[in-house]
């Protein structure tokens, strides 16, 4: 148990310094006199809207996409290629402030990531199965979002396809949740995590491909996949947040790499740590919250939710 607990530890630490060891490099290159697009507030703003949302089954992305728009973030520089680079630094940073949110599983879910390592240290049969099937259904989103990022970006990153995925997603939720009662089907019912199989894993994987679309949320489409399959409600919300943490850290990573040196030149790093620590305390919150009130209830509130800010979304910028 010691042997565990310290290798959990390290990992803890690793996970940190590779982050850091990603964004400090390029630090010394940043100009102090650089004008910066991202005040404080705007990055609480953004980072708490980030960490509330990012596991709850209604789509972080769509809610930074128009919060980000709401609060008037949009370059207005007449040089374009400024302009560009600005808008994905700012995007990037957007990615990277999930950092928090990663951090906040690795803290809730400590002891599936406990069995994780003592299936690669110790032989744990479980927690080597849990590993191959988190790798198992990364990979559907890893090869199509490198495939299909570009077109993705250019005509899904909008107001109005977040306000489309709001509302299919909320009707959704109504349907099957109501499909479900329909059947007598127990949710807290169903198989657990250690039951899974290589197949169910790949399933689920292609599921979140569907959260590409911003406003569909990865949560949504991984908990429905993991339900349909035969899933107990905890098992798959359990999963869900797993795949999400390593999901998010993929993301994280390629979007440093990719951005790195453009998010620095044009954010404040004051406002950058206050968003990790921000949304490591919103996404702990709001994970207890949603594992508490899934335990109980079921997904009806969020469909309900989805549906009536979609259409207040939609007044908004219509009207």
């Not at 949710?187 to 679309?213: N, R, S, T, Y």
């Given at each position: 148990m010691k042997a565990v607990r310290k290798y959990s530890y390290i990992s803890?630490?690793?996970?940190?310094?590779?982050?850091?060891?990603?964004?400090?490099?390029?630090?010394?290159?940043?100009?102090?006199d650089e004008p910066k697009q991202l005040t404080t507030t705007q990055a609480v703003i953004l980072v708490v809207v980030e960490g509330l949302t990012e596991y709850l089954p209604i789509s972080s992305t769509g809610h930074l996409l128009v919060t980000k728009d709401l609060l008037g973030m949009n370059t207005t520089e007449s040089d374009v290629v400024r302009q560009t680079t600005e808008t994905d630094a700012i995007n990037a940073y957007l990615v990277c402030i999930q950092f928090g949110a990663i951090l906040a599983i690795l803290f809730v879910c400590a002891h599936r990531f406990k069995k994780i390592l003592k299936g690669l240290f110790q032989g744990d049969a479980d927690g080597r199965r849990l590993l191959t099937n988190l790798i198992l259904a990364l990979l559907p989103a890893v090869v199509i979002g490198l495939i299909l990022e570009g077109p993705i970006k250019k005509f899904l990153f909008g107001t109005y396809p977040v306000i489309a995925a709001w509302f299919g997603g909320g009707v959704a939720i109504l349907f099957i949740s109501f499909?479900?009662?329909?059947?007598?089907?127990?949710?807290?019912?169903?198989?657990?995590?250690?039951?899974?199989?290589?197949?169910?894993?790949?399933?689920?994987?292609?599921?979140?491909?569907?959260?590409?679309?911003?406003?569909?949320?990865r949560s949504l489409a991984t908990i429905l996949g993991g339900l349909f399959l035969g899933l107990s409600m905890k098992a798959t919300v359990e999963f869900s947040f797993l795949l999400g943490a390593v999901t998010l850290t993929a993301a994280t990573v390629y979007d440093v790499f990719k951005h790195g040196s453009d998010m620095l030149a044009v954010l404040e790093i004051r406002s950058m740590f206050l968003g990790l620590m921000f949304a490591f305390v919103a996404a702990v919150l709001s994970v207890k919250w949603m594992?508490?009130?899934?335990?109980?209830?079921?997904?009806e509130i969020f469909g309900y939710y989805r549906i009536v800010l979609a259409l207040a979304t939609a007044w908004i910028y219509l009207v």
């Open positions: 803890l630490f690793v996970l940190c310094g590779v982050f850091l060891g990603l964004v400090f490099p390029v630090l010394a290159a940043v100009s102090v499909y479900f009662k329909n059947q007598h089907r127990d949710l807290h019912q169903g198989q657990e995590i250690e039951d899974m199989g290589p197949k169910v894993a790949i399933f689920i994987g292609v599921a979140q491909c569907l959260a590409m679309w911003p406003g569909v949320s594992i508490h009130y899934l335990n109980k209830y079921g997904l």
